[in-house]
């Protein structure tokens, strides 16, 4: 659950990105006034968008049935860091744009631990089930263990007999925006909005069919509604 300050606090931040005012400035001014954690101002930014950005992304999300027979594009440290996350105990929430996103920060080091395997493994059993016609795992080069964690995703939805392409890029990001896919599996907004694909929460739908998890969510009345005219 969110926090009544957290809750009130993002209220009023998706007030003031609605009306134009900057970022960090309105992320300073509504974490100070409802003395929000470090961790409550890092779920504040990544969980809630100016509401036009927020609705432009949700209303190009498709549910796991849409994938049957198409092109999958799979932002693979995305979705394995983001279930990876939920198992450590990260929070986890439902962003205003209803993509699930968290507040782990990763700069190159990923330990390659039992939980990064086992979302991997994750990762590749529900690929499989989801029946695309192919898929287009991308990896960034940078990440640590990058190369073994292409090859074992990889080899798991081979297994499925699923066709799939590797790659292993310097971005990830830069090598989707490339590649002719139909859907693209990601929560990443600054690459949903570069692309035009519908987009599928790959991680979401792992969770909730392994676990049947449930998440906090930013999405409210007030998120789900256009704001006032000025």
Request: proline fraction near 5%.
């Amino acid at each position: 659950m969110l926090s009544e300050a957290l809750r009130a606090a993002a209220s009023d931040y998706l007030w003031l990105l609605d009306r134009g005012y900057p970022t960090p400035g309105s992320l300073k001014l509504v974490g100070n006034r409802f003395r929000l954690s470090r961790e409550e101002r890092q779920m504040l930014f990544r969980g809630v968008d100016a509401y036009e950005a927020a609705e432009a992304r949700r209303r190009r999300l498709v549910a796991a049935p849409a994938v049957d027979g198409m092109r999958l594009g799979v932002d693979a440290h995305n979705v394995i860091l983001t279930i990876a996350n939920y198992l450590r105990g990260v929070p986890v929430f439902e962003a205003t744009d209803g993509l699930l996103r968290d507040i782990g920060s990763v700069h190159g080091n990923v330990h390659n631990d039992e939980i990064i395997s086992r979302a991997i493994e994750l990762t590749g059993s529900f690929l499989i089930a989801l029946v695309p016609s192919s898929v287009d795992l991308c990896f960034d080069a940078p990440v640590s263990h990058s190369r073994d964690h292409a090859r074992r995703l990889a080899a798991m939805v081979k297994m499925g007999a699923v066709s799939v392409h590797n790659h292993l890029a310097p971005s990830a990001d830069a090598a989707l925006r490339e590649l002719s896919i139909d859907i693209l599996a990601t929560s990443d907004s600054a690459l949903i909005n570069a692309m035009a694909s519908p987009v599928f929460d790959l991680a979401r739908y792992c969770l909730r069919e392994a676990y049947d998890a449930r998440f906090p969510s930013f999405r409210t009345d007030e998120t789900a509604e256009p704001p006032p005219r000025a």
